[in-house]
């Protein structure tokens, strides 16, 4: 039983670090998320840290206390990072300002307003919605508590007169 937490939590370990990395990537350079929420995220990696601690007691060879040390440290501040993810979703309110379809009905984006409270201004944010929870977020702009939009044709949109193409994977951010 330990020898199998061991194993599989550092296999989860390794699985759930990836999908974290490609979340942080797809936030700061505007692409496709495929990592599912924070939450579950966070979820995921108390469990996969809770595994490593089992697997801790497979102290059979260098590796297995390398997998289990690696494990439990690893999962310990992705963890930590991620509850301060979920925790900030909580202190930031988004409200959904406006849903806009394509003319074709084949794109949809998601307006919000940003309110960080006193301490930050308004903003507005556009998230294109894809399959299962996969998000891009096209539109961010800081200093804004409007928005404009007009469909120019199907894959062309003007969002507060910044005119974004959906097929070339246009995004606007200031």
Sequence with gaps: ???RSNIWSFIMCLFFLLLSLSAMYSTFYHTWSIAPPAYILF???VYTFILGIIGIKDQST?????RSWFT?????????ILFLGVFRLFMISEDLMQTTQSPDKK???KLYLIDGGSA???GVKGE????????KIIYRKFRMDHVVVEWNNNYTVSINNHILDLQKGE????
Excluded: Q
């Design 1 to 3: 039983m330990t020898r």
């Design 43 to 45: 979820i995921c990696t």
């Design 62 to 66: 260098w590796s297995a206390r390398f």
């Design 72 to 80: 439990v440290i690893t999962m310990a501040l992705l963890s930590f």
């Design 107 to 109: 794109y949809t984006i």
């Design 120 to 122: 930050s201004s308004l």
């Design 128 to 135: 294109l919605d894809g399959p299962l929870w996969f998000k």
């Design 171 to 174: 995004t606007y951010s200031d």
